[in-house]
């Protein structure tokens, strides 16, 4: 089992930018895929963004591609999600997950972290 604890998350204008991050437990984390996810209220949480092991493969949402960056310190054991030109739907509770491979459900996951985006 992985611990995920996310940090980073706030209040910024519409076009400003943020950097979240997802501290990891675990002597295993660089195997783990990692991924962000965002849940809105009344809607269905959905990923946002994906990164392998290795970093070597990467998924974006449409909404986010070209402002948003997944990327791993697998040294540091942390995951980034680097959000740039934000708009008020990007509002959500951001959340951090992990798996063990690409081909396995989702395990652990994060707390989660406000995120709120003022117009």
């Known amino acids: 089992q992985v611990q995920l604890v996310e940090s980073g998350g706030g209040l910024v204008q519409a076009g400003g930018s943020l950097r979240l991050s997802c501290a990891a437990s675990?002597?295993?984390?660089?195997?783990?895929?990692m991924g962000w996810f965002r849940q809105a209220p009344g809607r269905e949480r959905e990923l946002v963004a994906r990164?392998?092991?290795?970093?070597?493969?990467?998924y974006y949402a449409d909404s986010v591609k070209g402002r948003f960056t997944i990327s791993r310190d697998n040294a540091k054991n942390t995951v980034y999600l680097q959000m740039n030109s934000l708009k008020p739907e990007d509002t959500a509770v951001y959340y951090c997950a992990s798996r063990p491979s690409i081909a396995t459900s989702w395990a652990d996951w994060g707390q989660g972290t406000q995120v709120t985006v003022s117009s």
């Open positions: 990164i392998t092991g290795s970093s070597l493969n990467t």
């Open positions: 675990g002597r295993t984390f660089s195997s783990y895929v």
